[in-house]
């Protein structure tokens, strides 16, 4: 292992532990500072003890280089942050993440991801999954650097590109659509048309009234482009409350057109609450669990989203994710790049 391989595995452990303060810039800042100089100059300067010298190079970031150019097989630093971020499932939940083969949600440096397309396809295949399926905003989501028409085209060809590389797995074109005020989608239809997988979500006046909430999301779930409704409350524990709409007009709905009801792992979201997630299975909803990582440590979050199945009973065949990519993409009608 580099020294830049050990830093871009101690992000990888604070990424999965949701550590987006100091202590990760600090690593990224010292990543992108050691390249630029080298790994001759890096040798040198960790020998004479002179890399804390350099801006942006700290002491633990000093001492993580140094056991890195040991060539030893493990590093200590980086076992103390596996051990410390490491994310624990229960015996319940640990069938379900057994059971999941791909991830429908999740973004890259298209859109507000931290990296490209195929570092998380490379990362999913690592944690053993057959499939995954890039879904970066939509372009009214200017805050996250949502895809317009020219730049979706062009994500395409890459996603085709590294499909060329990764022998087996999969890597499936999606998209987060934004489900716009009138329930309408933020793409046009022969772009979402072109997509494996649409994921439709509430991202803009969360707080609209109740009823028109409702008819919002029905609209937008009949849309026969989508696929999986997302994180459907909006909520973000202790920071946003959630959005209110019928959720028995919502869930039938999603029943009634084969929407999925996703599952969403970020540790913020945990959406829906158990009552929704109760209620859309009453209604005979498929349900997806995926991560919405946004970095490569970010898509180790399924076994959160495990335990929220595990503890409403969640029947492991109406999980899409653990479906193999042929029969997802039936239910689908996914068109493939």
């Known amino acids: 292992m580099t020294p830049l391989d050990a830093l871009d595995r101690a992000v990888y452990f604070l990424d999965r532990a949701h550590e987006g303060g100091f202590k990760t810039k600090a690593f990224l800042r010292a990543r992108d500072v050691l390249r630029a100089i080298g790994p001759d100059e890096i040798a040198e300067r960790a020998a004479a003890g002179t890399l804390v010298d350099l801006e942006g190079v700290g002491s633990a970031t000093a001492r993580l280089v140094g056991e890195a150019l040991t060539g030893a097989d493990e590093l200590p630093y980086l076992q103390k942050l596996d051990a410390e971020t490491r994310i624990e499932l229960s015996p319940e939940a640990a069938g379900y993440r057994a059971a999941l083969r791909g991830d429908l949600h999740l973004h890259t440096r298209w859109s507000d991801g931290s990296v490209d397309v195929e570092v998380m396809a490379r990362t999913a295949q690592a944690l053993g999954h057959e499939y995954l399926v890039i879904t970066d905003h939509s372009p009214r989501l200017t ?3 949502g895809l317009n028409r020219e730049r979706l085209v062009q994500q395409l060809d890459e996603i ?10 999969r890597v499936l074109a999606g998209m987060e659509v934004d489900i716009l005020e009138d329930g309408a989608l933020d793409l046009d239809d022969d772009l979402l048309a072109r997509l ?4 439709a979500s509430v991202h803009s006046k969360l707080a609209m009234e109740r009823q028109k909430m409702t008819e919002r999301m029905v609209l937008a779930v009949a849309n026969p ?23 028995d007009y919502v869930f039938a709905a999603c029943a009634r057109f084969h929407t999925a009801v996703e599952i969403n792992c970020r540790p913020e979201r945990l959406d829906p609450p158990r009552e929704l997630l109760d209620l859309a299975l009453e209604y005979g909803c498929f349900v997806t669990i995926d991560t919405d990582a946004h970095s490569p440590g970010q898509l180790e ?14 029947p492991i065949e109406r999980i899409l994710n653990t479906w193999s990519v042929d029969d997802l993409l039936e239910w689908a009608g996914g068109s493939g790049v």
Do not use: Y
């Open 143 to 145: 805050i996250a650097h």
């Open 160 to 169: 085709a590109s590294v499909n060329e590389r990764m022998g087996d797995f």
């Open 196 to 199: 494996d997988i649409v994921v």
């Open 225 to 247: 482009h989508v696929d999986i409704l997302g994180h459907c409350t909006g909520r973000m524990i202790a920071k946003r409350e959630p959005s209110q709409f019928d959720a």
């Open 301 to 314: 979050w399924q076994p959160l989203g495990c335990e929220k199945a595990a503890e409403s009973g969640v």
